[in-house]
């Protein structure tokens, strides 16, 4: 186990390097003018003079690799950055932010779970009959949809069409994140986490389906219908725990796609979290913004693989005991 660990720990601190250097570059070649952005329209009234000063003060007037040199000395420092956007370090954005993200990532990770689980267990308790059917063309469906597209679908059936839940953002006008209540905050999440989860459910669901209809041909289960199990309780003790592995690996191994849906379900609905930064900060050409967004992503998404990865060698053990049958 500690081999591992260290195997991976020292393939987080290569794959940092590289994704820092890969966005730095990429982001130098950006369209966006970070000096025309943060100025806007009054970039006409603005000298040759304090351009040229603005941009030495942001380090503009250097070369590529000085400045990602100055950059990664100072995150070495534990420095992330200053936000041009929110005026800023770019630590307290994304912590800031994050926080808000949370209870729609968390949310939304846990419903795709539970109900991609619950239904893949029903198609495969129904294999070939109608349930099954209906379950696969539900989520093959719900695979194939674009996550921007389900959000605005959602907004005109129950923000619009039946205005039953808020439109947008994550609290009540007028209200900020300290005097926002629980319930006001659990009511602007029902949308966003519903178009979030319904993202990865599909696939969980038709991945716990197949490995549910592979482990009722395996040997195993012979031997327990041999034994008199059946049934509900077959499928309970015997075929679920079998499973359940792959689906929880999937399920973490999706945190990637549950990031990547998050910049675009917060932009629909104006939800002030990590994604809405994201976009905003690319939008205005908020270089050091990005860069930490972009380090904190990845972190989160090799978190997510190093715990699947986890997983495959502990409940892999556990089914290898002798009484695991």
């Known amino acids: 186990m500690m081999k591992l660990f260290f195997s991976h720990f020292l393939r987080l601190i290569i794959l940092l390097v590289l994704v820092a250097a890969g966005t730095f570059i990429l982001l130098s070649f950006s369209p966006v003018d970070p000096i025309r952005a943060y100025i806007g329209n009054d970039l006409l009234h603005v000298p040759p003079e304090q351009y040229a000063r603005i941009a030495a003060r942001w380090g503009l007037d250097q070369p590529l690799w000085e400045r990602f040199g100055h950059w990664f000395w100072r995150l070495l420092q534990g420095d992330m950055g200053y936000s041009m956007l929110f005026n800023m370090p770019v630590a307290n954005v994304i912590r800031e932010r994050f926080a808000t993200s949370f209870a729609l990532l968390a949310g939304a990770w846990l419903l795709s779970g539970v109900l991609g689980v619950t239904l893949g267990f029903l198609a495969g308790r129904f294999l070939y009959r109608w349930p099954d059917k209906m379950i696969c063309r539900i989520s093959y469906l719900l695979s194939s949809l674009p996550t921007f597209w389900i959000a605005m679908l959602l907004l005109a059936l129950f923000a619009v069409r039946w205005p039953v839940l808020p439109v947008c953002c994550a609290w009540d006008p007028g209200n900020n994140a300290g005097t926002a209540l629980l319930s006001e905050r659990l009511r602007h999440l029902v949308l966003p986490v519903c178009a979030l989860s319904l993202l990865g459910m599909g696939q969980i669901a038709l991945h716990t ?49 549950l990031m990547g849906g998050a910049l675009l379900a917060e932009k629909v609905f104006a939800y002030p979290g990590l994604g809405q930064a994201t976009i905003d900060a690319g939008l205005r050409g908020d270089v050091p913004l990005l860069m930490g967004i972009v380090l904190f992503c990845t972190l989160l998404v090799f978190a997510g693989n190093t715990i699947s990865a986890w997983l495959v060698v502990v409940l892999n053990r556990s089914l290898e005991r002798p009484d695991a049958l």
Not at 215 to 222: A, H, L, P
């Open 209 to 257: 389906r197949e490995k549910i209809a592979s482990v009722m041909k395996s040997e195993f289960i012979r031997f327990a219908r041999a034994q008199g199990d059946k049934g509900w309780s077959l499928l309970r003790h015997q075929v679920l725990r079998h499973a359940i592995t792959p689906a929880l690996c999937l399920q973490f191994a999706s945190l990637g796609e």
